[in-house]
């Protein structure tokens, strides 16, 4: 069973950059794909990121459209630890924003549903400011 725990959400304006980090627990994190998802309030849970299973740190990265080419999702397996580097950062990207893992996912398409997940960190806020 893993743990996930979230860090490094915050405040920030609106083109900013933020960074998350998400360490697992477990000694088989390089089979886990992993993702992350942000939940704003009163909406449903959407997915953002996500990356494969990887005997080594990297592993094919997925991302919602809206994201493409300003959050870069990444991995340490020898950390245990997933990144997501946030940058250009717009105020409707306000949220909770969850990392997730999929210790069983092997399929060859993006990870972007959260019932492809079995475990999920606690969520930590991320505030963008207009």
């Known amino acids: 069973q893993a743990q996930l725990v979230e860090s490094g959400g915050g405040l920030v304006q609106a083109g900013g950059s933020l960074r998350l980090s998400c360490a697992a627990s477990g000694r088989t994190f390089s089979t886990y794909a992993m993702g992350w998802f942000r939940q704003a309030p009163g909406k449903e849970r959407e997915f953002v990121a996500a990356i494969s299973w990887s005997w080594r740190s990297g592993g094919r990265t997925y991302y919602a459209d809206s994201v493409k080419g300003r959050f870069t999702i990444s991995r340490d397996n020898t950390k245990n630890t997933v990144y997501l580097q946030m940058n250009g950062l717009k105020p409707e990207e306000t949220g909770v924003y969850h990392c997730?893992?999929?210790?069983?996912?092997?399929?060859?398409?993006?990870?972007?549903?959260?019932?492809?997940?079995?475990?999920w960190g606690q969520g930590n806020q991320v505030t963008v400011s207009s």
């Open positions: 997730a893992a999929a210790p069983n996912y092997r399929g060859s398409s993006s990870p972007s549903r959260p019932d492809d997940y079995d475990y």
